[in-house]
């Protein structure tokens, strides 16, 4: 394997009287040093030159740099020792040493920098590819180096302590509605609480709705996210987001079916959690089917909001879904039903929508065809297009439930079940 070296004659240190001092200097420092300095290694000429790097090192509270002249000699240190940071000269590196890097030195160093003196397109895409973020010219610049460490160190931060709320809006039957309440409930949110931040994520990671609704021309979507999925902070998340209405930035669904199989349950998880850990609320609007990643999510999720409508068949599968949510082990207080398209002429009513399903109605969102679909026409949530009306209101008052001492969340388990028999038997409870 042909791997990038130091140039002959710096391999192995002079051994005069100065770099004799330097050396044992640098050897005092590190034991005097406090137990969480971070360590980096440097590797051939990548650090280059030593007086520049040093100094930048020093500033952003690493240690004095651990040095050895291949890449070869780079992963079995690695194999001995943990170092928070690697440079790597990417000069020479061919397609194996590329290899090296992503199967052996990325899973042991947290962060790389790459380090070139004439670096190609291509050369830096493939550093990419290998899982070294961040690239610096050679001889290094120490302005340069120092905001490339400086960005590395952030990341190298403890998430933060508060927990984000977690939201997914669900429905197991489509048609009901459930993207447009994500859209407008992710709005009211951000309106509502309007120094925090909201994110909203399609979790139908392929060709889904919310992309259409705003008419969303994303530069990145959850593809892109999922491919760095090991890597994820909060730079990357806003950098991979696209902004929205009331300032919610969205994570779309991709156009590319290959995606669909990228983000299983694992990766579902690491990206929910990275999420709470940088929004107040994130908003989820989830797949119908009940697969890994939609189990997934609606486990982690603080609050389910079970999108329904005042019909049999919409009140049937809330039914089947509560069911299951029992079965899982949900709180009550963790769902919140919302009847969507509600209007005076349907033949059931809300009284009969919490008869059939034994709990109470968060929230009535009333039937507004025509305001909603101008507001889908023109790409914004019908909660900006008509702010007064009484479906945006009803959207803020979704997000108030959302609070746990909301009343909203209380279960009304008395006289649920003393509905007359046909209705018990048109929603098989086992009535006579």
Same mark, same amino acid.
């Given at each position: 394997? $042909?791997?990038?070296? *130091?140039? !002959?004659? +710096?391999?192995?240190?002079?051994?005069?009287? #100065?770099?004799?001092?330097?050396?044992?200097? #640098?050897? @005092?420092?590190? $034991?005097?040093?406090?137990? =969480?300095?971070?360590?980096? +290694?440097?590797?051939?000429?990548?650090?280059?030159?030593?007086?520049?790097?040093?100094?930048?090192?020093?500033?952003?509270?690493?240690?004095?740099?651990?040095?050895?002249?291949? *890449?070869?000699?780079?992963?079995? &240190?690695?194999? &001995?020792?943990?170092?928070? *940071?690697?440079?790597?000269?990417?000069?020479? *590196? =061919?397609?194996?040493? %590329?290899?090296?890097?992503?199967?052996?030195? #990325?899973?042991?160093?947290?962060?790389?920098?790459?380090?070139?003196?004439?670096?190609? &397109? =291509?050369?830096?895409?493939?550093?990419? #590819?290998?899982?070294?973020? @961040?690239?610096?010219?050679?001889?290094? =610049? @120490?302005? @340069? %180096? !120092?905001?490339?460490v400086r960005r590395l160190v952030r990341r190298m931060e403890p998430p933060p302590r508060t927990r984000g709320m977690l939201v997914a809006v669900y429905s197991a039957k489509g048609g009901l509605g459930t993207t447009s309440v994500a859209v407008n409930l992710a709005t009211a949110l951000c309106r509502e609480h309007s120094t925090e931040r909201v994110a909203l994520v399609d979790l139908v990671v392929v060709n889904g709705d919310v992309r259409v609704m705003l008419d969303l021309k994303p530069a990145y979507d959850v593809g892109d996210l999922v491919m760095k999925v090991d890597r994820i902070d909060g730079e990357l998340l806003t950098s991979l987001m696209t902004p929205g209405p009331a300032g919610v930035l969205i994570l779309p669904s991709s156009d590319r079916p290959e995606v669909q199989d990228l983000v299983d349950g694992t990766a579902t998880a690491t990206i929910l959690e990275r999420l709470r850990a940088h929004f107040q609320y994130v908003v989820l609007d989830l797949d119908h089917y009940l697969g890994e990643r939609t189990i997934g999510a609606l486990d982690a999720a603080d609050r389910v909001v079970l999108v329904t409508q005042l019909s049999v068949p919409a009140l049937r599968s809330t039914q089947r879904s509560l069911d299951l949510f029992n079965r899982l082990g949900y709180p009550p207080s963790k769902v919140l039903v919302a009847v969507n398209r509600s209007n005076a002429e349907s033949a059931l009513t809300m009284a009969d929508a919490e008869s059939v399903l034994g709990r109470r109605v968060a929230v009535r969102l009333p039937n507004e065809f025509n305001a909603c679909a101008d507001a889908t026409t023109k790409g914004v949530p019908v909660i900006d297009f008509e702010p007064s009306s009484s479906l945006a209101e009803a959207y803020h008052r979704l997000a108030h439930a959302l609070d746990p001492a909301s009343p909203a969340q209380a279960d009304r388990t008395n006289g649920t079940n003393s509905g007359n028999g046909r209705k018990r038997r048109l929603f098989r409870l086992g009535g006579g």
């Open positions: 394997m $042909t791997v990038s070296t *130091l140039p !002959e004659g +710096l391999a192995e240190a002079p051994s005069d009287t #100065r770099t004799n001092t330097r050396t044992e200097t #640098r050897t @005092e420092t590190r $034991t005097n040093m406090p137990t =969480d300095t971070r360590s980096v +290694l440097v590797v051939g000429d990548a650090g280059a030159p030593a007086s520049v790097s040093d100094a930048v090192l020093t500033r952003c509270g690493f240690g004095a740099p651990d040095r050895v002249p291949s *890449l070869a000699e780079a992963v079995a &240190q690695l194999r &001995q020792h943990r170092y928070d *940071l690697v440079l790597i000269p990417l000069a020479s *590196l =061919d397609d194996a040493a %590329l290899s090296t890097i992503e199967h052996d030195v #990325r899973p042991a160093a947290p962060f790389i920098i790459g380090t070139a003196a004439n670096a190609t &397109q =291509d050369m830096i895409l493939g550093a990419l #590819r290998a899982g070294i973020p @961040e690239f610096v010219p050679s001889p290094l =610049d @120490e302005d @340069e %180096l !120092e905001v490339a």
